[in-house]
């Protein structure tokens, strides 16, 4: 019997808000002091951390990425819907970018190929091809890495909010296309009343 747990999506508006918020903190000078603290945990928006230093950097830019990238697939899916191109072919390419073209790598699968099933013209590629050329060398150089078995060597917060700083670009090219709903401290309540 094979192990399929159901699934279901993480709404976009969580992924954008613990990016913001996650965001501010690595800027704050608090943080840094707690970092280098011996004091733990450290409360971060997300989680309390016990361990290291390099490792909660490493940990909070792999949320980050997995964050922007998720999005990315998200917005995506409801662009298609709202322009009723969505097929069963383009939701299965959607849901897994890397399918639209064998072999290509993560920056590509996820900023070219899959918005350009949206428009040709999409693309981070063809957007800002200067930018696109620093989100290769950060998918080469931070992602592609801490994906598989590495992590920063070092406590420097320059690392992670360098890494922040360009997944914040990405976030200004989807908001291109596709209304965020989410805005910091913009918050929808919603209030249930018993005695109604």
Do not use: C
Not at 55 to 64: E, F, G, K, M, N
Not at 120 to 149: C, K, M, T
């Amino acid at each position: 019997m094979a192990f399929e747990p159901s699934m279901g999506n993480i709404p976009l508006s969580n992924l954008r808000e613990e990016f913001h918020y996650t965001h501010e903190m690595l800027l704050s000078p608090e943080f840094e002091a707690a970092l280098k603290g011996v004091t733990r945990p450290i409360k971060t928006p997300v989680f309390d951390w016990h361990g290291g230093g390099e490792d909660l950097l490493s940990t909070l830019v792999q949320r980050a990425i997995q964050g922007v990238e998720s999005y990315t697939v998200g917005a995506s899916w409801i662009k298609l819907q709202t322009m009723s191109k969505m097929t069963p072919d383009l939701n299965a390419q959607v849901r897994n970018p890397f399918s639209i073209q064998r072999g290509a790598g993560a920056a590509a699968a996820f900023y070219h190929h899959l918005p350009s099933l949206i428009h040709p013209d999409l693309s981070i590629q063809h957007v800002d091809p200067q930018f696109w050329g620093e989100l290769r060398h950060f998918y080469r150089a931070v992602r592609n890495p801490l994906f598989h078995g590495s992590h920063f060597a070092t406590e420097e917060v320059s690392n992670a909010s360098e890494s922040f700083r360009i997944i914040g670009e990405v976030y200004l090219w989807l908001d291109q296309w596709h209304k965020p709903e989410w805005w910091p401290r913009k918050r929808t309540f919603v209030v249930l009343r018993l005695d109604a």
